[in-house]
């Protein structure tokens, strides 16, 4: 009975200490890179991207005292500087290692846009290679 408690409380460490699980499905990678992006986490979000995009993105050139411009200037951008209250998915497809999620945000000021955030699948998981805006 004297090593259950410990055992416990190791769980209970192991659980809090590691936080939640990376996103496995296109879905939860795209419903991660919109949280992460609209709370200002840039760096983080772009670790969502392919890696050829994250580099387009990251690198501003002409702006080496901000390497984040770009994507900072999009994300705030499409995520109407933090306000969005709700990703809700319309459907995804998928066709061997690439796929696409349609999502609608559902922003602070009460309107709606819709976006396709096409992914290709990579040994590190999957990554969005391109998302696209209705107008």
Not at 6 to 12: G, N, R
Not at 77 to 102: E, F, H, M, N, S
């Amino acid at each position: 009975m004297r090593g259950r408690p410990t055992l416990l409380l190791l769980l209970a460490f192991l659980v809090t200490a590691c936080g939640p699980a990376a996103p496995t499905t296109p879905t939860e990678v795209v419903r991660e890179y919109c949280r992460l992006a609209n709370a200002g986490q840039y760096p983080e979000a772009a670790r969502h991207l392919d890696p050829v995009l994250a580099q387009a993105l990251l690198i501003a050139p002409g702006a080496p005292a901000s390497p984040l411009t770009l994507l900072e200037t999009e994300g705030r951008r499409w995520t109407k500087d933090g306000g969005i209250t709700d990703v809700r998915l319309l459907g995804q497809r998928r066709d061997g290692p690439a796929a696409v999620v349609d999502v609608r945000l559902r922003y602070r000021d009460g309107t709606e846009r819709t976006a396709a955030f096409a992914l290709w699948q990579t040994a590190a998981g999957w990554r969005i290679a391109s998302n696209g805006f209705a107008e």
